[in-house]
């Protein structure tokens, strides 16, 4: 069996988990059937199984699902498939939406592959946007952008379907239909550079909190000088990028100390800390309170 530290850490590059459907989802109107996340690398076998039989697929076979589900690539691109769109190419920022009894198939390009976020899901209410022709199968893929609100609801309704408190699939069910909502309602607008080039470093932020980051590696990549980028992000969002990552990282800290049972050490090895040491003199320096009276006071106990 592998240990909590090891288990954690593989997450970032693959996890699913499978829900059985309980007479309390089914009345909330949405219910989450299965979550994961997958950093499939180019020519790497997809999909990362395995998977039960009524989801599982190899292209060029396809597949038709009872139910909803929702993937959102955000690195790499390839090709989706459906009877209602025909063969088109997909990008990071496109989101995927499947609905019940419709033919599909997807896979990344093998040179690039793909990371991907998805959710599957069912109930009275999505079922009755598609009734009312507000969710269609014409309209499968939606260009969101790699936008860090919908990467967040993603790696939040991971977070609490893991966590498997009480009241967490209600949680998901939330966070499912804020994803249906922000696929409706994507209209990219990034005709000012420095808005893209802003929602860019937010988005490869948020995606590599548990990783370092060499900002002015990023701003090259962006085709814009570190010093100028470091004062636009900062007089924007408040934060220099910096400082940024590391309250992202304090944030996802307080949350794996809540609703895991890792240790403070392996909260800090997995979150790329230099040392323990250093991780909890940060953490009590941001939330005035150490991580293990942060853990104590987070469920409901003193400090």
């Known amino acids: 069996m592998l240990g909590a530290s090891r288990r954690h850490k593989e ?138 609100s919908i990467l967040r609801c993603y790696k939040d309704l991971i977070d609490v379907i893991e966590a498997d408190r009480i009241g967490g699939r209600q949680i998901g069910a939330t966070l499912t239909a804020q994803l249906i909502a922000r696929a409706r309602a994507a209209t990219r607008v990034d005709d000012d550079p420095a808005h893209k080039m802003l929602r860019d470093a937010v988005f490869f932020i948020e995606q ?23 004062h636009e992000f900062k007089r924007h969002i408040g934060l220099s990028p910096k400082q940024y990552h590391l309250e992202l990282r304090i944030s996802k800290a307080k949350s794996l100390l809540t609703n895991t049972t890792l240790t403070v050490k392996e909260i800090a090895d997995s979150l790329n800390f230099d040392t323990p040491y250093y991780f909890m003199k940060l953490f009590k320096k941001r939330v005035e309170m150490s991580p293990t009276q942060w853990r104590r006071y987070s469920r409901g106990g003193d400090k």
């Open 208 to 230: 590599n909190v548990n990783q370092p980051i060499n900002f002015q590696q990023f701003a090259k990549t962006v085709n814009v000088g570190y010093s100028s980028f470091r």
């Open 11 to 148: 997450m970032k590059n693959y996890y699913i988990k499978y829900l059985p459907l309980s007479p309390t989802d089914r009345a909330w109107g949405l219910h989450v059937t299965a979550v994961g996340q997958s950093r499939v690398a180019a020519h790497e076998h997809y999909p990362p199984g395995p998977h039960p039989e009524r989801y599982s697929y190899e292209w060029p076979a396809a597949r038709v699902l009872q139910e909803f589900q929702c993937i959102y690539i955000v690195r790499g691109e390839g090709l989706f498939e459906s009877e209602a769109t025909g063969r088109m190419k997909v990008k990071a920022g496109n989101l995927c939406v499947l609905l019940p009894d419709a033919w599909h198939r997807y896979r990344p390009n093998p040179k690039t592959g793909w990371d991907e976020y998805w959710v599957s899901f069912d109930g009275d209410m999505p079922r009755r946007l598609m009734e009312q022709g507000i969710l269609s199968p014409k309209q499968a893929v939606y260009d969101v952008g790699l936008d860090e």
